[in-house]
């Protein structure tokens, strides 16, 4: 059974906002958080205010995430922080092998397949990354770069470890661009990853699997894709820096899966 009421909306804050403007904007979510109920809420800012937003956000049922992690407990590896640092600063959730990381920091299915099991490890929620370049799609490649993706990152985890997960597909041609896939796109990518959780893992996990679909929301296009059958919720970037625009995705969200 999962922990997290649908839609799930998180707001990707990437390296943006100071100390003082993370505490601002998380302050101001939090005045006005209500009117997206019932939708889970999660803020992730930069490693430096997650402490500072996650006593922002205390006594509501805002959550609090982090955009990396790496896969050892302590050690010898400068610019990195583990699972259990996450943890003592408040995180729940950590976003792993966004497209900004294979892309720019050579992240892998490996790196993902491990920094997956070392979250799950220290209770952290996995928010695990996945989707196609624009040339892959261009050649048709779509399906099987997820198929590829989710095998080698994922598909080794049991059940049990894998339902602690949540999915984000991300076609990466629509990261940042202001371009999105249409809602009939999003639902084909969404439907084939849930049928593939099925076939691994039963019924019951596809069911309840939370699939994410991320790339240039706003809360003019966060109602349509939210109403196809198999988007759970957004991964949402540039519209997650004020307080207005990611409230109002997530308010669209809701009234989706409400209608």
């Excluded at 600063?89 to 490996?110: K, M, N, P, W, Y």
Aim: overall charge neutral; proline content about 4%.
């Amino acid at each position: 059974m999962r922990l997290w009421s649908k839609p799930v909306v998180a707001g990707n804050w990437k390296m943006h906002k100071t100390i003082a403007e993370a505490r601002e904007l998380a302050a101001a979510v939090v005045r006005e958080y209500q009117a997206a109920s019932p939708a889970t809420l999660i803020l992730i800012p930069p490693f430096t205010s997650l402490q500072e937003v996650k006593k922002a956000v205390a006594g509501t049922t805002i959550r609090v995430g982090a955009q990396d992690v790496f896969w050892e407990d302590q050690g010898a590896y400068t610019g990195e922080i583990s699972p259990p640092q996450l943890k003592e600063a408040g995180c729940e959730f950590v976003v792993i092998g966004h497209s900004e990381r294979r892309q720019l920091f050579g992240e892998t299915d490996e790196t993902v397949r491990k920094k997956t099991t070392a979250s799950l490890k220290h209770g952290l929620v996995p928010i695990v990354c996945i989707g196609e370049t624009l040339e892959e799609r261009e050649k048709g490649a779509t399906l099987s770069k997820i198929k590829i993706q989710l095998e080698s990152s994922l598909f080794t985890l049991s059940e049990s470890e894998f339902n602690r997960v949540l999915l984000a597909y991300e076609p990466i041609w629509a990261i940042g661009t202001g371009k999105n896939a249409t809602p009939e796109q999003a639902e084909e990518v969404h439907s084939y990853i849930r049928s593939l959780i099925r076939q691994k893992y039963g019924k019951s996990a596809a069911d309840c699997a939370i699939i994410l679909y991320g790339g240039s929301v706003k809360p003019a296009n966060a109602f349509s894709l939210a109403r196809e059958k198999d988007v759970d919720g957004f991964l949402v970037g540039g519209a997650s820096l004020e307080a207005e625009s990611f409230l109002g995705i997530a308010r669209e969200a809701v009234r989706a899966k409400e209608g």
